[in-house]
T-cell receptor, first 114, second 110 residues
Framework: GAGVSQSPSNKVTEKGKDVELRCDPI?????LYWYRQRLGQGLEFLIY????????KSGLPSDRFSAERTGESVSTLTIQRTQQEDSAVYLC????????????FGNGTRLTVT | TQLLEQSPQFLSIQEGENLTVYCNSS?????LQWYRQEPGEGPVLLVT?????EVKKLKRLTFQFGDARKDSSLHITAAQPGDTGLYLC??????????FGPGTRLSVLP
């Protein structure tokens, strides 16, 4: 079956512009995660959705970052007024349920802020 | 805050050599996972360990979870160029998200 799909795969934007990143999880997966990976580094947790529960936003680095998820489907991560330090790969993952199953990752969106 | 440390940060070895990479924390995790990530792709799960002292083998890879469930190791026997990648450990703790370590970047030279 289809895996986690992220779009766009690459995004170059000017400093100060807003960007929207999209994640299509695996059908039936109730949990969805967003991570940020800076060049050569590990994964930094951003936000987590589980079913219809309130999302865990504890990893969002500033109020310029927000994310939404409609039910158990598509999620969008929005970064407003982008800064150069936002440049990174943004990875989305989904799992059948929280903490008890495998994280299935997409290939990420590489964001470059010039 | 639960943190995971990994060592070494970088490792470059010749094909056929053995190696061990480590994942350590001061926190207890209910389970720990190892992922491998190749350039341009997302991480892919290798194994999940749940029980303290557990040892799991996956072909030439041996994973061990510490007795206190605070640390883990990954041993690769007779490394091959296809083993090259970023090895990440991830712990499931008290929150509802996985905490990832910074990774060990392995390069196996032919």
């Amino acid at each position: 079956g289809a895996g986690v799909s992220q779009s766009p795969s690459n995004k170059v934007t000017e400093k100060g512009k807003d960007v929207e990143l999209r994640c299509d999880p695996i059908s039936g997966h109730t949990a969805l995660y967003w991570y940020r990976q800076r060049l050569g580094q590990g994964l930094e947790f951003l936000i987590y959705f589980q079913g219809n529960s309130a999302p865990d936003k504890s990893g969002l680095p500033s109020d310029r970052f927000s994310a939404e998820r409609t039910g158990e489907s598509v999620s969008t991560l929005t970064i407003q007024r982008t800064q150069q330090e936002d440049s990174a790969v943004y990875l989305c993952a989904s799992s059948l349920k929280a903490l008890e199953s495998t994280l299935h990752f997409g290939n990420g969106t590489r964001l470059t802020v010039t | 805050t639960q943190l995971l440390e990994q060592s070494p940060q970088f490792l470059s070895i010749q094909e056929g050599e053995n190696l061990t990479v480590y994942c350590n924390s001061s926190s207890v995790f209910s389970s720990l996972q190892w992922y491998r990530q190749e350039p341009g792709e997302g991480p892919v799960l290798l194994v999940t360990v749940v029980t303290g002292g557990e040892v799991k083998k996956l072909k030439r890879l041996t994973f061990q979870f510490g007795d206190a469930r605070k640390d883990s190791s990954l041993h690769i026997t007779a490394a091959q160029p296809g083993d090259t990648g970023l090895y990440l450990c991830a712990g499931a703790g008290h929150g509802q998200n996985f905490v990832f370590g910074p990774g060990t970047r392995l390069s196996v030279l032919p």
